[in-house]
Nanobody, 118 residues
Framework: QVQLAESGGGLVQAGGSLRLSCVAS????????MDWYRQAPGKQRELVAS???????DYADFVTGRFTISRDNAKNTMYLQLNSLKPEEAAVYYC????????????WGQGTQVAVSS
């Protein structure tokens, strides 16, 4: 079993930056594609960015070049650099990962809160 743990959330002013981290741990970590999602109060969870084990990345349209997803496979860690944050982007940010060995097996972290003041 794999556990995901996010960190790095907090309160930032509009236009500010944060760097989120997600560490995968377990007896045997077999992680493939990884993603960041976010969920604001009263809204559905939405995909923010994805990164393959190869490093290939993809972003939601609303990112508009402000966020950067990256990963360090040796450390089983994924990052999300958030720049130029907007108040409406306050949400719980979640780490999500697919198991590369166990078919159709996915993991979620507990989330990290991002608050943006106007």
């Amino acid at each position: 079993q794999v556990q995901l743990a996010e960190s790095g959330g907090g309160l930032v002013q509009a236009g500010g930056s944060l760097r989120l981290s997600c560490v995968a741990s377990g007896v045997r970590v077999t992680i493939g594609n990884m993603d960041w999602y976010r969920q604001a109060p009263g809204k559905q969870r939405e995909l923010v960015a994805s990164i393959r084990r190869s490093g290939y990345t993809d972003y939601a349209d609303f990112v508009t070049g402000r966020f950067t997803i990256s990963r360090d496979n040796a450390k089983n860690t994924m990052y999300l650099q958030l720049n130029s944050l907007k108040p409406e982007e306050a949400a719980v940010y979640y780490c999500h990962a697919a198991d590369v060995i166990r078919t159709a097996t996915y993991y979620w972290g507990q989330g990290t809160q991002v608050a943006v003041s106007s």
